[in-house]
């Protein structure tokens, strides 16, 4: 099943230049916060200096987004970190 997947082509191949494509709409922002409070519970038990290179990563990859998708990721990425357990942990490795 894994190989077939794989070969199928059905999500194009990025390191081939081709774009990942999907037959499902774009998340919308409740959707999208919820992937963001994951991602940031699952670095927020990294070592310290692992986190601060994933944000770095992550807040260099929103920096090269169009203006509207940066300003939604910007406000979505906020107010998962305000929603999360974690949010006193993610604000101190932002300093």
Request: proline letters at 7%.
């Amino acid at each position: 099943m894994l190989k077939k997947l794989q070969t199928s082509g059905d999500c194009g191949d990025a390191s081939q230049g081709r774009p990942l494509s999907s037959s499902q709409p774009p998340a919308n922002d409740d959707q999208y916060k919820e992937v963001c409070k994951t991602n940031v519970g699952i670095i927020a038990r990294l070592p310290d200096a692992t986190a601060k290179q994933v944000i770095q990563m992550r807040l260099e990859a929103q920096s090269r987004l169009p203006p509207d998708l940066r300003e939604r990721d910007q406000r979505v990425l906020t107010k998962a970190i305000q929603e999360s357990p974690y949010s006193s942990r993610i604000m101190s490795l932002l300093k």
